[in-house]
């Protein structure tokens, strides 16, 4: 069943926003890391973190698997500008350390955007390797720092928090990639005074509308979604069949958009996290920013639709 939430009142105007994202968008500021910056390519579909009221691109870049050598520099580059030449500015670090955020941090200053991104780490041991990290990357605060395991959380939360006070790090997040784990990160959503929550949703894993969404609406808590293409497997399951036509009218002509528009049509989610093997995957993931967002009767018959096709 899709969710029956009804939008916060600084959500009412997102089913049009990424349409109107589009429109004389080339005045518009991006709200990133805390400064107006004139967009390079002006951002479309900016969308609300929760009670945080950062500005963000609907669609962000995972990176993963990469080193620091030349050629995966090169295909690190070649992500990150596609990324940012099609409006992204969210950068989730997960898949760097060492030498790779230090690949990251070149690449980022040769295309004259170091500081200017959006990033979101997990969580990675104590004070000291965090400094190490935010060295490497040569920033001098980590937009949003998340406990990826839910490890140790009576511990690591309040240590995140500490880091947040002294500047560290802008945000507090928690979450969780299996949904077996969502009533643990539920608790910690009413308890643990978290901005961010970063969890596992897609058209075909719809746990997370029970009671993470709405509860995040609720509190004002902002939401990063993981997986929601299922890491490519969605693709596979359709493989050879045809984006139904009446999809077009919330402005989806291609599996990718069908499937990220229905994740960013929940009122509480902020932004998604598509794999991207590719700067041509890149450019298509952030296509999914054009045009409307479908309401929730689509919503249902995407899902049936889905359903009818695997």
């Known amino acids: 069943m899709t969710s029956k939430l009804s939008p916060p009142a600084f959500l009412l105007t997102r089913r049009g926003l990424l349409t109107a994202g589009l429109v004389g968008v080339g005045m518009l500021a991006a709200e990133i890391n805390g400064h107006a910056r004139a967009a390079h390519a002006a951002p479309p ?28 520099r090169s295909y690190l580059r070649n992500l990150v500008k596609a990324h940012w030449e099609a409006g992204g500015r ?40 965090l400094r190490a990290a935010t060295a490497r990357l040569r920033r001098e605060q980590i937009d949003l720092l998340h406990v990826d395991d839910l490890a ?39 308890n643990a005074g ?6 596992r949703y897609s058209i075909l894993t719809r746990t997370a509308e029970e009671h993470i969404l709405p ?30 036509g009446w999809a077009a009218d919330f402005g989806a002509t ?24 590719s700067p041509e995957q890149v450019t298509e993931n952030m296509r999914a920013l054009h045009g409307p967002l479908p309401d929730e009767g689509q919503r249902a018959r995407m899902i049936d639709y889905l359903a009818a096709t695997v």
């Open 45 to 72: 579909g900016l969308l609300t973190l929760g009670r945080t009221g950062e500005r963000l691109p609907a669609i962000g870049l995972a990176l993963t698997g990469l080193g620091g050598r030349p050629a995966q």
């Open 90 to 129: 969210v950068i989730d670090t997960s898949g760097l350390s060492g030498d790779s955020e230090l690949a990251f941090h070149e690449v980022a200053t040769g295309l004259g955007i170091a500081g200017k991104m959006f990033l979101t780490q997990p969580l990675r041991g104590d004070d000291r390797q």
């Open 152 to 190: 140790d959380t009576e511990a690591a939360v309040p240590l995140l928090r500490r880091w947040k006070t002294a500047g560290t790090i802008r945000y507090v997040g928690v979450g969780h990639q299996d949904t077996r784990y969502y009533p643990a990160v539920e608790i910690l959503m009413r």
């Open 194 to 199: 978290v901005d961010v929550v970063q969890v």
């Open 215 to 244: 509860l995040a609406a609720e509190r004002g808590i902002g939401v990063i979604v993981t997986m929601p293409t299922e890491e490519g497997r969605l693709h596979q399951m359709v493989a050879g069949s045809p984006v139904p």
């Open 254 to 277: 291609t599996w990718t958009q069908f499937f990220l528009k229905y994740v960013l049509a929940h009122p509480a989610v902020t932004v998604a996290l598509p794999p991207a093997g």
